[in-house]
């Protein structure tokens, strides 16, 4: 049976960044029908669903998972669909459909159990490069440790967020929460401020929050590589990402799987 069903016109939030992933232009050179909406941003509209359902808690002890198969585009409306499994009220199967296409697929699931936060040393903290390398085999060989992004979540442009996400619930303006989608943003900065980048697209991630970050937090990013891939002409990378308040109080843990360098069909 279906708990919820959200619908939201999708927006290309990164059109004019460094990603010319989200260019119309370069988009179509690999094989797309224009810029693609970031994966962050269908994660953000997919965590509608469990938060509807649950409220704050999933914001402090749920967990998820997505991977993003087919494009959204700039315009188009998103159907998030929810459904609670047989047999588990604490767990969601989620689908986004888009211009006839299922383009992402995950599930969402309420920690019971409050797994601890891991310990922020089980990476340890780096400086990030003065000047990026290329990504490449080497800057992104498995095992290393990339530089700590610090960023902070503004009472200036909280708003601007929320709005490019198209977020409606009332939980993050009238208490200050940090949207999940902008802390799975961040498992992006880890990679693109270390390395220099060209056409990218982030294709899944699962994250596990432990606790709530506000507006007005500085929020610190360590991450290191957990491996690195070529599959059907694409490479590959995973991160291991953890993410703390003033690097102290972990909020969340994310592996963050992206395609660093597609395949081109022209």
Sequence with gaps: MTATSYRVIAYNSAKTSDNKIHDDTVARRYG??????????????????????????????????????KPVYDGNEAVVSADRDAGDGNRLTLQVDSAGETCATGWAALDEDRIPP?????????????????????????????????????AATAPSYLAEVRELLPVYAEEAVAHPGFILRLGNRALTENVV?????????????????????????????LDN????????????????VDDVRVIARIHHTAIWEPRRID
Excluded at 238 to 243: C, G, P, S
Aim: proline share 8%; hydrophobic share 40%; aromatic share 10%.
């Design 32 to 69: 797309f029908g224009g810029g693609l909406v970031p994966g962050v941003d269908v994660y953000a509209y997919m965590t509608q669903p469990p938060v509807s359902t649950w409220g704050p808690s999933w914001l402090t002890h749920g967990t998820a998972g997505c991977r993003f198969n």
């Design 118 to 154: 891991p310990s922020i040393h089980e990476i340890e903290r780096a400086a990030l490069p003065d000047e990026r390398p290329p990504a490449s085999l080497e800057s992104l060989a498995t095992g290393r440790v990339l530089g700590t992004y610090e960023t902070v979540y503004a």
């Design 197 to 225: 980048l060209g056409p990218w697209i982030h294709v899944g991630s699962t994250v596990q929050h432990f606790g709530l970050a506000h507006v007005g937090d500085r929020l610190h990013t360590r991450a290191r590589v």
């Design 229 to 244: 891939y070529e599959k059907k002409g694409h490479r590959f990378v995973d991160l291991d990402v953890i993410v703390a």
